[in-house]
């Protein structure tokens, strides 16, 4: 079956990097959709970064544009979120997503498949 597994997360100081890593497996995901989004305590899933793997296009929340990249390895079928200059507001528990249909890259009604989350923790 398909599986989504994330790892990378941490506890980092205000200004930190941190790499997420999600390894994908049961099935080619060369025509979906890979995506990241967080749940912050209080708050509701929130679109971080996507791509469409067969093409490498990527989208970004405007919050994490400019320090946040997405990525992919091929080889592994994982797909990476680097996470730089983080900030106290980036403290969510950081999900990875798949989907194959739809429209909207960050609606995550859309994603078909979910990994466990990793916690992204940034200390002011």
């Not at 995506?35 to 509701?44: I, L, N």
């Not at 507001?89 to 990994?115: F, M, N, P, Q």
């Amino acid at each position: 079956q398909v599986q989504l597994v994330e790892s990378g997360g941490g506890l980092v100081q205000t200004g930190a990097s941190l790499t997420l890593s999600c390894t994908a497996s049961g099935r080619s995901f060369s025509s979906y959709y890979m995506g990241w989004f967080r749940h912050a305590p209080g708050k509701g899933r929130e679109f971080v970064a996507t791509m469409f793997w067969n093409t490498g296009t990527t989208y970004y929340a405007g919050s994490v544009k400019g320090r946040f990249t997405i990525s992919r390895d091929n080889t592994n079928n994982t797909v990476y979120l680097q996470m730089n200059s983080l900030k106290p507001e980036d403290t969510a528990l950081y999900y990875c997503a798949a989907k194959s249909r739809g429209i909207y890259v960050g609606d995550s009604r859309e994603y078909d498949y979910w990994g466990q989350g990793t916690q992204v923790t940034v200390s002011s």
